[in-house]
Every structure is written in C-alpha cells, then in structure tokens.
C-alpha cells in the first residue's frame, strides 16, 4: 500500500466523502515533505540519516536522538555507558508502539557517550537513545531541535542540554531559550543564529538549505509518509486459507485448477499446544503430493477490500468478475457506513481498486463515489448514588448531604428517570438488603449520555421495543432522532410521540371499531396542498438523506389531514405510497385494506404538482393609526383598489 501513498492522497480531491472522514486518511497517510540528512559520528566512518520536515533548523539542532533499537547503537555506545544502554534497550522493548507514543509526559533517555557531526557546522552533538523514537517510523533517528519542538524541548529540559533559537517571530527580537515555559512552533519568521539562511524567511530557508545539502552530497530533498505496509497475515482460522505450499522450507504457489482452496476441519479454532495457527490442527493440510500447506490465514480485509466487486457478477465460474460487468457497473454509487473503517478498510479498499484498474481489471480508479457516516444510536445511562461504606442509596438531589460513588443500574429498571426499587433489589444479590434514602418518596437517578455498552448496562433491547410499539415505529424513531450523520443519544421516552403519530395515521383509515371509513370523494385545495407539500419535502430530503425531517414532515401532513377530517382514497393511497420506505409493515397493511392487489412497493413514486401547493390566499394586515387592527383574506392578484375598497368596508 505504501506504493500508492500519493495517489491515495491525491484520490481524495475527486469522491464525494465527508471532510472529516477524508481528514482521517490523510492524516494516516502523513505525507511530509523536508530533507534526508546525513549526520557523521565522531570516531566511526558510519553515517546516520535523519528525516526532517524542517532543515533550515539544522543548526539548532543541540542533540540526536535514536531508537533504542536502532542497529548502531551497540557498536557506538562507549564502554563506560554501555550497562546502562543496555538496560535501557532491555526496558524500552518491553513497552509497546502505543505506550511510547502516547506517554508524552514520561521522560526518560539514555546518554550513548557518542557524538554526532552537524553537516552544516561541523558541531558534535551528544547522541542519546530514548522510546518515544521508534525503530519503524522513518530512519529510527531524528535530530533534535528543542528551541522548536515541544517534546525535545521538555527533553533537553530533563536533561540540560543546551537549547538554541534559530527561527524569531516577526518583529521580536531573540531572547534567552533558558527563560521560555515551552517552544515555539516555528513555521513562520525569520532565521537567525544559522549562517547562511540568516535573515531568510522559513520557506526560503528550507529550500536554500535544501539546495546545499544536495549540492554538497549531505543530504537531499525527500517526501515521506507515515502510512506503512500491512501485516497480510493471521494466526487464526477464520479467514481466506493461502494457496502457498512449502517444499525443502521454500513457498510455491498451487496450480489455478487446485483453487478455491477452502478451510478443512479442525477439532477446534484454537492454536495447537505448540502454539502453531489453528490450521496446523487439520488432518491431510497438505497438498496431493504431500507438501505441507500454509498454516497462516489472510485478514478479514482480504475479502472486505473488494467484495463490492464481486456483487458485479456473483455467479461467474471462471473469475472474479468480468470486464463487461464492471464496465456496466462501474463503481459503487453510495457507501454508507461508520468512520471506524477509515484507516483500515476504506483505505483499503481504495489501494486495493487502485491496483486493480493498474492492471485493466476495474475501469474507476475510486472504488466508491459518495460516502455518508451515519452516527452512533448512544445510550442513555442512569446511576445511583451510594452512600459510601454502606448498602444505602440516595436520591439524586439529596445526595450533596453525603459521601457517594455513582454506580451504572440497568436502564430497564428506570423508567423517567425513577428507580425501580424493587427490581434494583432483586438485580444482584448484594442489593438484596438495599436501602434508598427518597426523595417525595421516589428515588430519582441521575443520567448521562454515553456509549452503549453491556458494561454500563445501557443496552437499549430493540426486540423488547418491537414487541411493544411495533418495528415501524422503532425505525421511525431512529429517524427522527436527528441527522443520518450525526451520534444520536436514544431516549426511549421519545418514542411515545412516534407511536402517538402512528396510531393517528391509522384513524385516517379505520376507526374506532375498526371499520374502514374511506371514502371515493375528490379531495379539495386544501387537502391537496399538504399532500403535495409532504410529496415534494419528503422526495427532496430522501435525497438529501435527512430522514429525521421526512418523519417530522409525516407528522405535520397526519396532523392537518386529521384536522380536516380528510379520509379520501386520492390522497391517502398516494400517501401510503410516500411512507412506504419509512414504515413498510404499515404501509402494506393499509395499502391491503384499501383492496390493492400486490406490494405498494412496486407502486410508482407520486408525482408532485406544483400547482396544488401555490399561494391562492393572502392574509393583509391592516392598520391605522400605527395600530394593526385586523386581517383581510383575500385571493392572490386582487387589485389594490378591491384591496383597499374592502379594507375601509
């Protein structure tokens, strides 16, 4: 993937994603552009390379730092720091990439007792082994400008190595580094105490010390990035088996007619005793010859990184998908999915579609058009107060009167935010004795919105809602929480509302004693008006994926078709038809008891007539004496002389 850096990035200025999401990749593929520098080491013919975004401070450079694990360190250490470097190396191995990044408040480094040479000044710096510098990003060494970098700042702090200003604000004078709380992040002023880029501004310097460092064979221009190669492989048995068979310790590839190789049976998808991949447990894994198989299986985006293809010709035999059906389909139209799959795979993805339309298997270099993250349904968690070093608990408003810890309760004991004291009492057995300090002889917890997890005991169970309002109402409600992308806390409170509505639709049909009650009869202006104001609002934010306002708009035409006591088949079968990808049980039941035959989702989307929903009355304000005394209704295009004849009338 690492080959396909730069068209990845540049990929991103030509689909139709969410910046945000576009921000993520970009930061994952980290391109930087600088310098490849080589620093000599005082008393070895070794040379270190360092990447720097920023050579025009080379010469505040005061130290150097390696990765604990970088191959020199052994050999340039000094014998009178060597048991402590390797103590040090022995520490730092044990810590992860994460612990090492993340730590940016721990200090620690050990001093090698070598020295650097400054390609530009011939200065010997000290070279230091410290873990926030890793072996696999860049060169597993950096030099250090603690003027200009925070965390070498804090470094060179920690240990008292000099710190050397080289780039001032504009308009400031220098000033002593040792007085400063921190650096400063030089990207823009001018240089100083540097030579020859003296007095030039950043971008200048930059590129002149570019120009020098080429022109004198000390280093050259360079872009980096941070994206690295994935690990293609997994010790687990779940995953695509490698057509790879191995003979005399070689790997050879299986003939294409031994393929599909497919996953054996095992005694368990569990590694052996001897701790070899859970495919070493399968009898007979080895070819007709006898050769022993691959043991490894490929990761879960071998699959996922270009399924999509697939759906293009699901049932051609002979390969992947063919030219023809790609060339009808193209690419995906719309991804929709959580921004998770950002650095993994929807990067993926991408490179795994670049690489096909390189070899003249895809014909879009962008595997997927348009993409929308849809947010998170978070939970709404509740807590009881207890009162600490007891089994009592306390209402939330009366607990400033005591010592509390806050414990998660299950939210299906809560309803409004009251306890169900009982229930809590026979939910675990060390509450069995409880006992609750009330409030107007409730107990109030108190709430906050989180993530759902059985750990905060916040999971919301959809099917006990299902069974309860119905699945119609549970997916308008969804809906109508708020925008597709957004996260949206679940309160089930709210979906009263929701089922209020549903239950005022169907009186539009049936009543009370569950007659039908629709009539053939022409519908009038008004009735009109709001059907074709939902059929336009609801068609427009479907494209637009605002289905929270398509449900309200559902709302507000069930609402004024009720107030108009309207039950005709011409506007209520249109109606259904409009509804029908929001609540599709509904919709069909009611489209039956109207007595059509077959789906109504096989029924034409409804047409919208402008005509219906144009302004034919205007109310006038009028006024005198200063003072709006009353309206006049009176249609569209009246002259001005009616206006003001019926007006004094």
Not at 362 to 382: A, D, H, T
Request: charge should be negative.
């Amino acid at each position: 993937i690492t080959a396909y850096a730069q068209r990845l990035l540049d990929g991103l200025e030509k689909i139709d994603w969410f910046d945000s999401l576009k921000e993520m990749q970009r930061y994952w593929i980290g391109r930087s552009e600088g310098a490849a520098v080589y620093f000599g080491v005082k008393g070895f013919d070794d040379q270190l390379e360092v990447f720097t975004t920023r050579p025009d401070t080379l010469w505040g450079a005061t130290f150097m730092v390696l990765a604990p694990e970088h191959e020199i360190v052994d050999k340039i250490t000094t014998p009178e720091h060597k048991a402590e470097v390797e103590k040090y190396v022995k520490w730092a191995k044990n810590r992860s990439e994460v612990e090492r990044m993340s730590e940016v408040k721990t200090i620690s480094g050990q001093f090698t007792g070598a020295y650097g040479i400054n390609p530009v000044n011939g200065e010997e710096i000290p070279i230091w082994i410290a873990d926030y510098v890793l072996a696999g990003y860049g060169t597993g060494a950096i030099m250090a400008v603690p003027a200009h970098d925070s965390r070498d700042f804090a470094f060179a702090r920690h240990f008292n190595i000099p710190i050397i200003q080289v780039v001032a604000r504009d308009g400031e004078e220098p000033s002593d580094p040792s007085t400063w709380e921190g650096s400063y992040d030089a990207k823009e002023g001018k240089l100083i105490n540097s030579g020859m880029i003296n007095g030039l501004d950043v971008t200048a310097a930059i590129k002149k010390t570019i120009d020098y460092l080429e022109d004198n064979k000390l280093g050259f221009g360079q872009v980096n990035f941070k994206l690295r190669d994935a690990i293609f492989s997994r010790q687990r048995y779940w995953g695509e088996p490698f057509p790879i068979y191995y003979k005399d310790g070689m790997p050879y590839a299986l003939d294409e007619s031994e393929l599909p190789l497919e996953l054996p049976d095992v005694d368990k998808y569990l590694p052996t005793e001897t701790g070899d991949p859970p495919l070493a447990r399968a009898r007979n894994w080895q070819t007709k010859e006898g050769y022993p198989l691959e043991t490894n299986t490929m990761p879960g985006f071998a699959g996922s990184s270009g399924y999509y293809l697939r759906y293009m010709d699901p049932r051609n035999k002979e390969s992947y998908f063919s030219g023809e059906a790609n060339a009808y389909w193209r690419d995906v139209d719309l991804y929709l999915g959580v921004d998770e799959h950002a650095t993994g795979h929807l990067i993926y993805s991408r490179f795994w579609n670049m690489f096909l339309y390189d070899l003249g298997l895809v014909c879009e270099e962008e595997p997927f058009k348009k993409l929308i993250n849809q947010g998170k349904i978070q939970g709404r968690s509740n807590f009881v107060y207890r009162v600490e070093g007891s089994n009592t608990f306390v209402s939330l408003n009366l607990r400033k009167n005591y010592k509390t810890t806050p414990l998660h309760v299950d939210v299906n004991m809560v309803e409004n935010d009251v306890l169900d004291v009982e229930a809590f009492r026979t939910w675990q057995p060390e509450y069995k004795n409880a006992e609750f300090i009330l409030e107007d002889g409730k107990y109030i917890c108190g709430w906050e919105v989180e993530k759902m997890s059985k750990s905060k005991h916040n999971v919301v169970n959809p099917d006990e809602l299902i069974d309860h309002y119905g699945a119609d109402t549970f997916r308008l409600y969804e809906m109508f929480l708020g925008p597709l992308e957004n996260h949206k806390p679940w309160d089930t409170k709210g979906i009263e509302g929701v089922y209020r509505f549903m239950k005022k639709l169907w009186r539009l049909f049936v009543d009370e004693k569950g007659n039908l009650i629709i009539t053939d009869d022409a519908p009038d202006s008004r009735e009109l008006k709001v059907l074709h104001q939902t059929i336009r609002k609801t068609a427009d934010d479907i494209e637009r994926f605002s289905f929270n306002t398509a449900v309200s708009q559902f709302m507000i035409c069930v609402n004024e078709l009720s107030d108009l006591k309207c039950h005709k088949r011409p506007v209520l079968e249109q109606l259904i038809v409009v509804l029908s990808p929001y609540a599709p049980h509904r919709a069909e039941e009611l489209w039956e008891k109207l007595g059509q035959k077959g789906s109504v989702t096989g029924v034409t989307y409804p047409e919208f007539i402008a005509d219906y929903v144009r302004e034919n009355i205007f109310e006038y304000p009028v006024s005198f004496n200063g003072k709006m005394r009353f309206k006049l209704e009176m249609p569209v295009g009246t002259a001005k002389e009616e206006i003001e004849k019926q007006a004094l009338g």
